[in-house]
């Protein structure tokens, strides 16, 4: 279902216009070249709607080469500067717009259990909450972006994917393994996820309506205006569920309600590409046991907001991409739902502001890229933080945020890529400062080196370090049987990586080895000796290291058996880690030593009948680690296996589609004692206008 953005197989390129490039015939070489216009998603630093790239058009699945592809246009996220394809030396995993259109999910989090290497931790369904990490972090050490814009919340990472956008007006998901600093800079310990949305070429409209099992209902429609250099574009959507599951008076306690609001808009002429967005997220959900098993009916409700301006410079030698933005989140929690008395509501309120300008120039030498971020994290909360002189009022309250944090960061960047025919080397570092806790300035530095052997070939090592900066919960958060710990110092890590890949005639295999090693990592951890009543303690440990392997493997049955019409393509890929610290027999980690030891995700895509498509996924999971049950017992987590299913009859102008989410009914946990939904089951319509 994934597809590696950085090389993918040397098929048909049709050509649309010349690359003003010198290395733009790198892109054909071996290559059959027509005269026409196709479509492919592609890539760019920290970028949705770049200058250098066209949205893609996927209004078919059917093959690889129904893309458009320019030859100076292919460019990827694993580097500061934009590079082709055939010249990135880093891997770069693409989720397409038609492999979403395909999958039997409701949210972005859904949709990413489908990679191999994402964990993917849900407490409750439709994207309600969940906790989502690579390669054995946790969910608070990768960065997440909304079109290239860095939407981490400071306060927290369990609500970081409360998008304003809904899942049908995705473009892609962009998803970089490992460490990020040069390219995200703080917080991307791990890794990435960018969304990309999807923005129309010409004017028209669309609407949606799905549901399903437990009272499940989501609605959303969306507009386009696109007037010469002008593209508008609206889009809103609302969801509802009554819960899979009630509290012990038998009220809900995994109900949810929300909407969104987006809106998109670009300018583009010959000397410069500008593009905006503002988004709305609200909504509210039984958090039953989420934050402890004791209280079965919790509640949570957040607002988000998000606005960013974006640009970039289209003529000249030097390319400059500034952009300036502002997120704003409000939090509400309630440890018994509608009963402030009995135990005050917990607020929360982040406002985030940051600008960055970026660029690169070309030279004898290779390509330059340099760029510099600053970005200001102001919070004002009723438990987290420092206390206040000048408390503020909590809107519909009668009371105040009495406590908050306010840090800076500020960030520079310079990569040099040195382009060879068939080699690539990036190499460049990140200078970092904080306000917070008096931090020096430190530097991060990584390489990324790649060698392509022939068409089909290509080898590729790394080595990238990074950062990540406490949260604010994981500083002040010494409520509810928690003790914080303000002097928690930033995390850091080292990784290396090397790998093989093949792709040609519709085969893509890749396979990996990488190891991390974490310095200061922190962690919630107690002393179960202490008993069942011992705190949660956030603390720094030492040293983690972690070791692991991933392969994955793709076959596109329309180009290896072009006669037949049945099955369409099958991919299947897998990730082993093992995690090593040395630690007391009585100690419970929430995060850092409760990983993913194996995971194994397949999808089979079919073609049954004319319109009519079926799709089928596969994960099966096991997981290390333990967790404290309803009575106070700590148990190990239990391996498990999940199959999905969407059958689908798509239409010029309409799509039907019924889905169908663990079939086989299985009960299972991804954390902690809070079990997920049996069977599911949502039918629904999309039109074209």
């Known amino acids: 279902m994934y597809n590696n953005n950085s090389n993918k197989k040397q098929g048909t390129v049709v050509f649309k216009r010349f690359g003003r490039k010198g290395y733009s015939l790198f892109s054909v070489l071996g290559r059959e070249v027509l005269i026409s216009v196709l479509s492919v998603a592609t890539l760019q630093h920290a970028s949705a709607g770049s200058v250098s790239m066209k949205p893609v058009s996927a209004d078919t699945i059917a093959t690889k080469t129904d893309r458009e592809m320019t030859l100076n246009e292919v460019s990827v996220t694993g580097s500061r500067a934009p590079l082709t394809r055939a010249q990135a030396a880093r891997m770069v995993t693409v989720l397409e717009r038609a492999d979403i259109q395909a999958a039997p999910v409701q949210s972005v989090n859904d949709l990413l259990k489908y990679a191999a290497s994402v964990d993917v931790r849900q407490r409750g369904p439709i994207g309600a909450q969940t906790d989502i990490s690579i390669r054995g972090g946790n969910y608070e050490q990768i960065t997440i972006l909304l079109n290239g814009i860095n939407i981490c919340d400071p306060q927290t990472g369990h609500n970081a994917f409360d998008f304003p956008v809904d899942i049908s007006e995705i473009e892609r998901i962009e998803v970089l393994e490992g460490p990020a600093g040069r390219v995200y800079g703080t917080s991307s310990l791990l890794g990435a996820i960018n969304i990309v949305t999807r923005p129309h070429s010409s004017t028209s409209a669309s609407a949606h309506i799905e549901g399903g099992s437990y009272g499940y209902l989501s609605a959303g429609a969306r507009a386009n205006v696109a007037c010469g250099k002008w593209n508008n574009q609206l889009s809103g959507s609302y969801t509802r569920s009554d819960g899979y599951s009630r509290n012990k008076n038998g009220g809900l306690n995994a109900d949810y309600s929300g909407g969104k609001a987006f809106y998109q808009g670009s300018y583009d002429d010959t000397d410069i590409y500008v593009n905006w967005h503002a988004g709305l997220s609200a909504k509210g959900y039984g958090s039953n046991t989420f934050y402890g098993a004791k209280w079965d009916d919790q509640y949570e409700h957040t607002l988000k907001t998000y606005t960013a301006l974006q640009a970039e410079t289209k003529r000249g030698r030097f390319h400059l991409k500034p952009s300036i933005y502002w997120n704003h989140s409000e939090d509400r929690f309630e440890l018994f739902r509608d009963a402030p008395n009995t135990y005050p509501f917990n ?84 200078a970092v400062k904080n306000s917070w806790n008096g931090m020096n300035m430190k530097v991060y530095p990584g390489v990324d080196a790649s060698y392509r052997i022939g068409n089909a070939w290509k080898i590729f090592a790394s080595y990238n370090t990074s950062l990540r900066m406490p949260s604010v919960t994981e500083l002040y958060y010494s409520v509810g049987g928690h003790v914080a710990d303000k002097n928690l110092k930033p995390e850091e890590v080292s990784a290396i990586e090397g790998g093989l890949k093949y792709s040609i005639n519709g085969v893509t295999a890749q396979a990996s080895v990488y190891h991390n090693n974490w310095k200061n990592m922190i962690d919630w951890i107690r002393y179960t000796s202490d008993g069942a009543d011992a705190p949660w303690q956030s603390v720094n440990f030492t040293e983690v290291k972690a070791t692991g392997f991933g392969a994955q493997l793709n076959l596109n049955f329309r180009q290896l058996l072009p006669t037949q019409s049945l099955l369409k393509s099958w991919n299947t890929s897998y990730n082993y880690l093992f995690q090593e610290k040395d630690i007391a027999a009585d100690v419970q980690s929430k995060y850092s030593l409760e990983y993913l030891r194996h995971k194994l995700v397949s999808n089979l895509q079919l073609n049954l009948w004319s319109r009519l498509d079926l799709g089928v996924n596969f994960r099966w999971q096991d997981r290390r680690g333990t967790f404290t049950d309803f009575d106070g017992e700590v148990k190990s987590f239990t391996p498990y296996s999940i199959v999905d299913a969407r059958l689908s009859w798509t239409a010029p102008k309409y799509k039907l589609y019924l889905e169908a989410n663990n079939i086989f009914d299985k009960t299972y946990v991804d954390y902690g004692c809070v079990p997920q939904p049996g069977t599911w089951f949502i039918a629904g319509m999309t039109v074209e206008l």
Do not use: C, K, M, Q
């Open 347 to 430: 607020y929360h309120r982040t406002d985030i502001f940051g600008v960055n300008l970026n660029g690169y120039f070309d030279w004898i030498l290779g390509r330059t890229a340099v760029g510099a971020e600053l970005r200001n994290e102001d919070l004002l909360s009723g438990n987290l933080g420092e206390p206040l002189d000048n408390p503020h009022h909590i809107s519909g309250t009668d009371r105040y945020y009495d406590h908050g944090i306010n840090r800076t960061n500020v960030s520079f960047v310079v990569e040099h890529n040195i382009l060879l025919h068939r080699f690539t080397l990036s190499a460049g570092l990140v």
